[in-house]
C-alpha cells in the first residue's frame, strides 16, 4: 500500500514539474524588407493642358488646349531600407495616348489673327527619373517622388474655311515661305508626386501613385497622372 501511495506522489510531484515548465516562445516573423533592384509594370490616365503652337512657331501668343487619356509602360529602380527609411531612385517610361482638340482663335502680339484654327495636340510619350524618398509600416510604404521628365509632344493645326494658318502668319510677320503646320518636340521638365506601395509576398508588391509634370514652363505643358502598378524585387537581406 505504501509502494502504491509513495509511486502516485512521484507521478504527481513529475507532473507538476513539467507543467510548470513553459513552452518555448514562437518564432518571430521576419519583418518585410524592401531592400533591392526590382523591376515593374504601370498604367493609368492623365489629364492636363499644352500650348498646340508653341511645338511648331512662338509667334502666336500663347493658348492652350486640354487634354486626357491613358499610359502604360515599364518601370525599373533600386531602393534601400534602413529601419523604417527607404530610400531608392526610380525610371520608367510609358506609351501616352494622351490628346485633346479645340477651334482656336488665335493672336499675335495680342493682334486678332484673320484665321481660326483646328488645333489637335498630344502626349505620346513620357519618361521620367526621380528619386523616392519613404517610410515602411512593414509591408506597407508610403512614399514621395521627385525628379526629371521628357515629353514627346505632338501638334496638328488646320485653317477653318481653307485658310492655311502657317502661310497667313508668314505673311503677317513679313516671313517668305510657310511654317509648318505639324510637328513634334521633346520637352524637358519636373515631377513630383506620391503614391501608396503594399507588400502582398517577400518579392512582389503592388502600387498606386499620383505624379504631376510641368515642362519647359507651366505655359507648355502640365500633365495630372493617376497611376497603378505591380512590382518584383530581385533580392535583398
Known amino acids: 500500500m505504501r509502494r502504491v501511495i509513495g509511486t502516485a506522489l512521484a507521478t504527481a510531484i513529475t507532473g507538476s514539474a513539467f507543467a510548470a515548465e513553459p513552452l518555448p516562445a514562437p518564432l518571430p516573423v521576419p519583418a518585410y ?3 533591392g533592384l526590382y523591376g515593374g509594370i504601370n498604367g493609368g490616365g492623365g489629364f492636363g493642358q499644352q500650348d498646340p503652337f508653341n511645338i511648331v512657331t512662338t509667334r502666336f501668343d500663347h493658348d492652350s488646349i486640354s487634354f486626357s487619356g491613358g499610359t502604360v509602360g515599364g518601370t525599373a529602380g533600386v531602393q534601400l531600407q534602413i529601419g523604417h527609411a527607404v530610400l531608392g531612385f526610380e525610371a520608367d517610361i510609358d506609351w501616352a495616348g494622351i490628346r485633346g482638340s479645340s477651334n482656336i482663335d488665335p493672336t499675335i502680339l495680342g493682334i486678332p489673327a484673320p484665321f481660326t484654327v483646328s488645333a489637335s495636340t498630344s502626349i505620346n ?3 521620367t527619373a526621380r528619386t523616392r524618398v519613404g517610410y515602411a509600416f512593414d509591408n506597407v510604404l508610403a512614399y514621395a517622388t521627385f525628379g526629371v521628365a521628357l515629353l514627346g509632344a505632338k501638334t496638328d493645326l488646320k485653317g477653318i474655311l481653307g485658310v492655311n ?31 501608396l506601395e503594399y507588400g502582398f509576398t517577400p ?6 501613385e499620383y505624379r504631376y509634370i510641368a515642362a519647359a514652363s507651366l505655359e507648355l505643358s502640365h500633365i495630372n497622372e493617376f497611376l497603378a502598378g505591380v512590382n518584383y524585387r530581385f533580392g535583398g537581406p
Open 33 to 35: 524588407n524592401w531592400t
Open 125 to 127: 510619350w513620357d519618361l
Open 165 to 195: 494658318p502657317c502661310v497667313t502668319v508668314s505673311v503677317i510677320n513679313g516671313t517668305p515661305g510657310t511654317l509648318r503646320c505639324d510637328g513634334t518636340d521633346k520637352r524637358v521638365g519636373a515631377t513630383l508626386g506620391g503614391g
Open 203 to 208: 518579392s512582389w508588391s503592388a502600387k498606386i
